[in-house]
């Protein structure tokens, strides 16, 4: 399975003025730009789309090895923040609550750190991952 989005950017770095497309088009030219990526300009940046990559594969992921161990999840809610330093991703903190009925708090701890380390998103990001766990 192959998945795409194009970037297109116009103009110098602190002028100009980029769009984002997905191949499902659920970003359809959404604009980014210097101010969206360092201030507080309208539009995404990369490291947004990187935390809703990894909030979404991690809860997915998460959900398949609570099946595996046979429960079913009501819910999983997974916030993920990208902390980026000096050019560079440093690392992402997920925080996740879930309501998972008949799981015990050891399980459902230890079911989230296999989803941590085996998530395809965190196995692409050469940065320190760590989780936050509440069981509701």
């Not at 795409?4 to 497309?21: M, P, R, Y």
């Not at 030219?29 to 979404?56: C, K, W």
């Not at 925080?95 to 399980?107: H, L, Q, Y």
Request: hydrophobic share 35%; charged share 20%; glycine share 8%.
């Amino acid at each position: 399975m192959k998945r795409n989005a194009t970037a297109v950017w116009k103009g110098s770095i602190k002028e100009g003025k980029g769009a984002i497309t997905s191949q499902s088009t659920t970003l359809n030219n959404t604009q980014y730009s210097f101010g969206s990526r360092f201030e507080e300009g309208v539009g995404t940046n990369p490291e947004e789309l990187v935390a809703a990559a990894h909030s979404g594969c991690f809860s997915m992921q998460l959900s398949a090895f609570i099946g595996e161990a046979g429960f079913t999840p009501d819910s999983i809610e997974t916030k993920c923040v990208i902390d980026f330093q000096n050019g560079a991703i440093v690392s992402s903190t997920l925080t996740v609550e879930a309501k998972i009925p008949g799981i015990s708090k050891d399980t459902f701890q230890e079911l989230v750190t296999k989803a941590e380390k085996n998530c395809p998103i965190s196995k692409l990001l050469n940065a320190e991952i760590s989780s936050t766990a509440t069981l509701l």
